[in-house]
């Protein structure tokens, strides 16, 4: 079974901080990465994507990538109570009959308290 | 661009009913996903459709469920007869490759009680 593990949460930080989300899989030939965020009650909301080791930036938000340590990371600066939200991590799988499918963490669940 | 539409938005059922759910893509996406949402089991992959084919059905729990996609833009989901742990938010998604990158954008839900 390909998982994606994530730790549920919640993760209180307080408003201003860094937030930090991590993320691990089991699939290494997982190519694609993905963090969407979900407001209580809403559908998942594509955040960030990533395909490469290394970090990218988009405003205030940088994902990470380790395909070595099958690791991947969202951190979320100046963290707004705005950003309360649950954040799965999906990661795209590689197999015959599921090339084209995503495979999502659980989600971790983020309070930014004001 | 109108994004994944779902219908109905909620739906409230008597157990044994059929329910019927229903989906249209974006516009130009070749691959249809079928999502389950629950607080214990997370987000499940329920079924996905590349160019109107069913390519993976294996997250369909049981034969209560089915799916279809008749054309391009317009597929279904049904349980019948339905039961009260079939209660869950149900996601429709599509996607697109741009750049090599597969970038999937789901609908609103559809929130299915079952009495």
């Known amino acids: 079974q390909k998982e994606v593990e994530q730790n549920s949460g919640p993760l209180s930080v307080p408003e201003g901080a860094i937030a930090s989300l991590n993320c691990t899989y089991s699939?290494?030939?997982?190519?694609?990465f993905f963090w969407y965020r979900q407001y209580s009650g809403k559908s998942p909301e594509l955040i960030m994507f990533?395909?490469?080791?290394g970090d990218k930036e988009d405003g205030r938000f940088t994902a990470q990538l380790n395909k070595a340590s099958q690791y991947v990371s969202l951190l979320i600066r100046d963290s707004q109570p705005s950003d309360s939200a649950t954040y799965l991590c999906a990661v795209n799988m590689v197999g015959s009959n599921s090339g084209y499918a995503l495979n999502f963490g659980k989600g971790t669940s983020l309070l930014v308290t004001p | 661009d109108a994004g994944v539409i779902q219908s109905p938005r909620h739906e409230v059922t008597e157990m044994g009913q059929e329910v019927t759910l229903r989906c249209k893509p974006i516009?130009?996406?070749?691959?249809l996903f079928w999502y389950r949402q629950t607080m214990m089991r997370g987000l499940e992959l329920l079924i996905y459709f590349n160019n109107n084919v069913p390519i993976d059905d294996s997250g369909m729990p049981e034969d209560r469920f089915s799916a279809k996609m008749p054309n391009a833009s317009f597929s279904t989901l049904k349980i019948q007869p339905s039961e009260p742990r079939d209660s869950a938010v149900y996601f429709c998604?599509?996607?697109?490759?741009?750049?090599?990158?597969?970038?999937?954008?789901f609908g609103p839900g559809t929130r299915l009680t079952v009495l």
């Open positions: 699939d290494r030939g997982s190519q694609s």
């Open positions: 990533i395909y490469s080791n």
């Open positions: 998604a599509s996607s697109a490759y741009r750049d090599r990158v597969l970038f999937q954008f």
């Open positions: 516009s130009g996406h070749n691959s």
